[in-house]
Nanobody
Framework: VQLQASGGGLVQAGGSLKLSCTAS????????LAWFRQAQGKEREFVAA????????YYTDSVKGRFTIPRDNAKNMVYLQMHSLKPEDTAVYYC???????????????????WGQGTQVTVSS
């Protein structure tokens, strides 16, 4: 699977943005798909994941209730829908995929072998 992320941009606090990640590869359905983000000067951190097309969703606490991670296997797409954006959401956002990640390591950068190129999200106050 190869990934390509898009949809980043500049948005005011309280606004919404939808990131897209296009995947190539015939085994897309069996992958766990995730979004991570990396703010300037900080480590990459987990944001959200959808587990193996089973409609099981996981979010970091800071985005619960504001972000969702829908996926469309027919289009080989995964999205990150972001609402009520805050300046602290400013970061480069990366989509990631793994067919082998286990539940206990799902939030770890090292658990994912396939990454998109990243897309910048900037939230102004």
């Amino acid at each position: 699977v190869q990934l390509q992320a898009s949809g980043g941009g500049l948005v005011q606090a309280g606004g919404s943005l939808k990131l897209s990640c296009t995947a190539s590869g015939r085994t897309f359905r069996s992958y766990t798909l995730a979004w991570f983000r990396q703010a300037q000067g900080k480590e990459r951190e987990f944001v959200a994941a959808e587990w193996r097309s089973l409609s099981r969703y996981y979010y970091t606490d800071s985005v619960k209730g504001r972000f969702t991670i829908p996926r469309d296997n027919a289009k080989n797409m995964v999205y990150l829908q972001m609402h009520s954006l805050k300046p602290e959401d400013t970061a480069v956002y990366y989509c990631a995929a793994s067919s082998t990640v286990i539940m206990s390591t799902m939030r770890e950068v090292s658990a994912y072998s396939t990454w998109g190129q990243g897309t910048q999200v900037t939230v102004s106050s």
